[in-house]
């Protein structure tokens, strides 16, 4: 499984970005998708994921209410759309897989991760 995020750049605060994170290689549909960001200094922080199944989705609640997560399956890319963006928001993103159908905020229960992408969020 290979993992390719984009979509990062500069915004203002209280703005809007989408990223997106194509997946090639065998997905099955019972893996989990999930969307980690870092800031410096700062650990590694679960924001939100999906399942490939289903519609179910799981966030973070630093992010709950702000950030929505979908896919497209026929693309086999998953989007993180985030609005409301603060400069706390800001970090390099990441987008991850695992087998199995429960969400996991923890990096390492992750096997697959893209490059990470960008987000800067000025104030």
């Known amino acids: 499984v290979q993992l390719q995020a984009s979509g990062g750049g500069l915004v203002q605060a209280g703005g809007s970005l989408r990223l997106s994170c194509a997946a090639s290689?065998?997905?099955?549909?019972?893996?989990?998708m999930g969307w980690f960001r870092q800031a410096p200094g700062k650990e590694r922080e679960f924001v939100g994921g999906?399942?490939?199944?289903?519609?179910?989705?799981y966030y973070a609640d630093s992010v709950k209410g702000r950030f929505t997560i979908s896919r497209d399956n026929a693309k086999n890319t998953v989007y993180l759309q985030m609005s409301s963006l603060k400069p706390e928001d800001t970090a390099v993103y990441y987008c991850?897989?695992?087998?199995?159908?429960?969400?996991?905020?923890?990096?390492?229960?992750?096997?697959?991760w893209g490059q990470g992408t960008q987000v800067t969020v000025s104030s």
């Open positions: 290689g065998r997905i099955f549909s019972s893996y989990y």
């Open positions: 991850a897989a695992k087998p199995g159908m429960v969400p996991r905020t923890t990096a390492r229960d992750y096997d697959y």
């Open positions: 999906i399942t490939w199944r289903d519609y179910n989705t």
